[in-house]
């Protein structure tokens, strides 16, 4: 619908919003019969950015619903900046949402205001609405092509246009401040907190530009050639809160999307993460740590104006809880076999690492594959090995006594997963064979699961299935032991006294004596990042749950145990903005944690720690270390990032920090 002209790069970066925004709406995640008026065709998008689109709607649907609310029979104003071809206007129009004196302006560039109003010209619904009138000849919306930072010339043409600086306005400026200057931006927030007597400003823009996932974030628009101009000023949520505020606003709350995500109603996110199939867990909450959602405010119109899902309730850790470190770790340079995440790696018996799995870089293309590979652990050289097996992701590996190696589960797709356990077999060439297991009675197929190896009283080897999810089951709780002497498994009833709740995506590992299972964390079926921690024990058949103190949320890590008394967590997600997840020390004595912080990340070679795998290699030479393999994820429309490093903590040194 477009006219055909040469889009700056931000101009461009509003076609793929706005074509974003119409995908999210064609899959039901919120009611919108405008936005799809403004686009052409509309493109499918992944879920992960339907997603995406929807919470960012969310927000501005329940700060309009405030608005409207505390404004609906007094003269008012909305000024959306940089207002790209929005909908809301005709969305609250047409809905009868929008108080009956309110009058909405929307400023852009004159290119793209050109465009959006021969749209609406175009099209009798909208014109309709757009041609309304408050009283005689007052149009209640108005089209302003200006260029926001000069905010002389942006001032004289909204007065032009019947703008009145006396009358409650609420301004907008949604994803826009990022993309100009900080001596812009910072010029056009003093301009609305000294130009408008009483005023909120809300803004939607991205945080937290130094972790990994911020680093892909801001070198993708870089690409593009709209790098974020004012996000190294402001990079987190408390700076942004102390922009507003020293520059002309009585108040301000700053939250970030994570934050918000949390707020919702319950019903209303059994809703919305029921709409598509979806498997991408960590980068959605990463994704939500990189944005926030400020609305500050000005004059006594505006007391009292804010929703309480805007109200900040984060703080930093948990009670009880502390950060140390950093702690150093090498990267180690590694060749493209290893590039891959959502895949598994175990310590074989000759001391080498298989890896396999995962959706990786795959002779150019990004694909599931299976392609295990056997990697040198001190000279981190790689091998493949050759082996048929279909494509999987976030499956179970371990390597059985004897030298085989145990796969269970994965999936090929959020809606089918890989139904047999299947067994790699060495031969003496160094390739592996993989065989359909014969166990008997196989638990139900699953992904995002864990298994543990274990031994009886008796010596006899065994292995605990926990957890995991189903294109059916949001999570599971179910407990399964495989008896490799009668080459079965059996399932663990339910119904003690403690029994954990369902969850995917944690982490487990053998107590010292490897008579039980220590699981940690996990992603609930509501979608909430666990602390809890639980022991399975195999010769009692139960669970009892373990209090940790200062322990926080994660999911998507990997853990193990490298004293007889001490866990180590690796990574994961915690959906809290300004905390990634690093390592975290848990003493199974003093049932006490310590969060140990990564060190700072290279632009140039960013490393995320969720994705990952990571085994623990032990020399007896008290060297022991922990090499965290593969790694990264689809980073919402900010493209696939692939770990390209091999990164190696010390054990020893890790514990020094706690010291």
């Known amino acids: 619908m477009t006219k055909k002209h040469k889009h700056s790069p931000v101009q461009r970066t509003n076609d793929s919003s706005i074509v974003s925004k119409c995908s999210m709406a ?11 008026l403004f686009v052409a065709k509309c493109s499918r998008r992944s879920p992960l950015i339907n997603r995406g689109y929807y919470v960012r709607a969310k927000c501005m649907s329940q700060l309009f619903e405030a608005f409207c609310a505390a404004f609906s029979n007094e003269t008012c104003q909305v000024l959306s900046l940089g207002a790209g071809y929005d909908a809301n206007y005709f969305r609250l129009k047409a809905a009868g949402a929008l108080p009956v004196k309110c009058r909405y302006f929307e400023v852009d560039l004159p290119l793209v205001v050109a465009n959006k109003r021969g749209i609406i010209e175009s099209c009798t619904d909208l014109r309709s609405l757009a041609n309304a009138v408050i009283s005689g000849s007052l149009s209640q919306y108005r089209l302003l092509g200006q260029d926001i930072r000069d ?28 993309y100009l200057d900080t001596k812009h931006s910072d010029g056009l927030v003093e301009w609305t907190s000294g130009a408008f007597q009483d005023v909120a400003l809300a803004v939607y823009e991205q945080v937290e530009p130094n972790d990994a996932f911020g680093i892909v974030m801001t070198g993708h628009f870089e690409s593009l050639g709209s790098p974020l101009k004012s996000l190294r000023e402001y990079p987190n949520v408390e700076s942004l809160r102390d922009r507003y505020l020293s520059r002309g606003y009585e108040s301000c709350d700053c939250v970030s999307v994570a934050e918000y995500l949390r707020t919702l109603d319950a019903q209303e996110a059994v809703r919305f993460q029921g709409l598509e199939p979806f498997d991408e867990f960590e980068e959605w909450l990463e994704k939500c740590a990189h944005y926030a959602f400020a609305v500050s405010r000005k004059g006594a119109a505006f007391e009292g104006f804010l929703p309480t899902a805007f109200t900040r309730r984060d703080v930093a850790g948990t009670p ?7 702690v150093d770790w090498t990267l180690h340079g590694v060749d493209s076999s290893l590039r891959r ?24 293309k990004h694909s599931r594959v299976f392609e295990p590979v056997l990697t040198d652990p001190t000279t981190f050289q790689s091998e493949p090995i050759s ?20 796969v269970n589960g994965g999936r090929t797709s959020p809606l089918r997963s890989c139904d047999t356990d299947v067994v790699l077999i060495p031969s003496r060439d160094g390739s592996y064979a993989a065989e359909r297991s014969q166990f008997a009675d196989t638990p139900p197929a699953r992904w995002r699961h864990t298994l543990t190896k274990l031994r009886s009283a008796e010596g006899r080897e065994r292995v605990v299935l926990f957890g995991g999810r189903t294109p059916c089951d949001a999570a599971l709780s179910d407990t399964y032991i495989l008896d ?15 029994w954990p709740e369902p969850r995917h995506s944690h982490a487990a590992v053998a107590a010292d004596d490897q008579s039980s299972v220590v699981v940690t964390c996990g992603l609930s079926s509501r979608e909430k990042p666990l602390n809890c921690v639980y022991r399975f024990d195999i010769a009692t058949i139960s669970w009892e749950e373990i209090c940790v103190d200062g322990l926080l949320p994660r999911f998507g890590h990997t853990a193990h145990l490298v004293h007889p008394t001490t866990m180590v967590l690796v990574g994961g997600v915690s959906g ?3 905390e990634p997840c690093g390592l975290a020390t848990i003493d199974l004595v003093s049932r006490v944690c310590r969060e140990v912080s990564l060190p700072g990340q290279d632009p140039e070679r960013p490393f995320m720690t969720f994705g990952h795998s990571s085994v623990l290699i032990d020399d007896s030479n ?19 990032h692939f770990n390209r490093h091999v990164a190696a903590i010390e054990v020893r040194r890790l514990l020094e920090c706690e010291a």
Not at 320 to 326: A, E, H, I, K, M
């Open 387 to 406: 082996t048929c097996l279909e494509g999987r992701q976030h499956f179970a590996m371990l390597c059985l006594d004897g030298g085989c190696v145990l």
């Open 341 to 364: 995440f959502g895949h598994a790696s175990a310590v074989t018996t000759d001391g080498k690492v298989i890896t396999a799995g995962g959706f990786a870089e795959n002779s150019g």
């Open 151 to 178: 905010v002389e010339r942006l001032e004289s043409g909204l007065r032009a246009a019947g703008l009145d600086f006396r009358v409650p306005t609420l301004v907008i400026a949604e994803c826009v401040l990022s």
């Open 484 to 498: 490799m002497g009668e080459r079965s498994w059996s399932r663990v009833p339910e119904g003690g006294a403690v």
């Open 26 to 36: 064609s899959k039901r995640y919120v009611t919108d019969h405008f936005t799809p």
């Open 320 to 326: 009880g809880s502390s950060t140390l470190g950093p």
């Open 622 to 640: 008290d060297n022991a270390k922990i090499l965290v393999i593969g790694g990264g994820g689809n980073c919402f429309s900010f493209g696939t």
């Open 576 to 578: 809290r903005s300004g």
